[in-house]
């Protein structure tokens, strides 16, 4: 996942791949919590974990859909310990609409009991509201790079497969040469590389 365009850029190897371009404002939402410590980044993305999560949304579950999210998914997940952030954007262009990014202290907070408890027992209202999702994709992911000096109002998300014996070589053209130069653009305020886990549990939930 990345915060800019790289289609066309970088030696991508076949396989599935999409691209979205979202707004932070409207519809948005954005909660997050203090680290045990009482330190929180503002500085690129806030932990060494990501879960990141791409949905439509049937027209008769958008308004059930937003109120769930906003009073209670993401409280819930933020109020896991070592989740920092959640962010909801939404599609300006491309698919699917709605993009949702959870940011935690370290990967293994998603093999933690904390999460896996919410994520295996869901309350009465998000079995209603999931029912209406559409075209979900999701991935729970390490930080390989964040660069970044402030959070933009808007994220372009790009989701590949590479060849296993081609990783390396991707992830090194990305965090040595694509991203930094992105993240030195004028009006850029942030790039982001998060590498989905092999070894992430098999319990599959389209919600985070």
Known sequence: M??????GKSAIAPG???GATF???GRRATFSRHSNDGERSDMGLAGQGVVAIWNDITPEGRGDFYEWHNREHMPERVGIPGFRRGRRYVALAGEPEFFTLYETDSPEILAGAD???RLNNPTPW????????????????RVALSLGHGQGGMILTLRYDVAAEREEEQRRLLAHRILPALADRPGIVGAHLCLKRRDAP??????G
Do not use: G, I, K
């Not at 999702?133 to 729970?140: C, Y």
């Not at 098999?202 to 919600?207: A, L």
């Open 202 to 207: 098999r319990r599959w939930s389209p919600t």
């Open 2 to 7: 990345n915060s800019h365009d790289l289609a």
């Open 126 to 141: 998000t079995q209603h509201a999931v029912a209406q999702f559409r075209n979900v994709a999701r991935s729970l992911c």
């Open 115 to 117: 999460y896996l408890d």
């Open 23 to 25: 707004d932070l404002s």
């Open 16 to 18: 599935f791949s999409t």
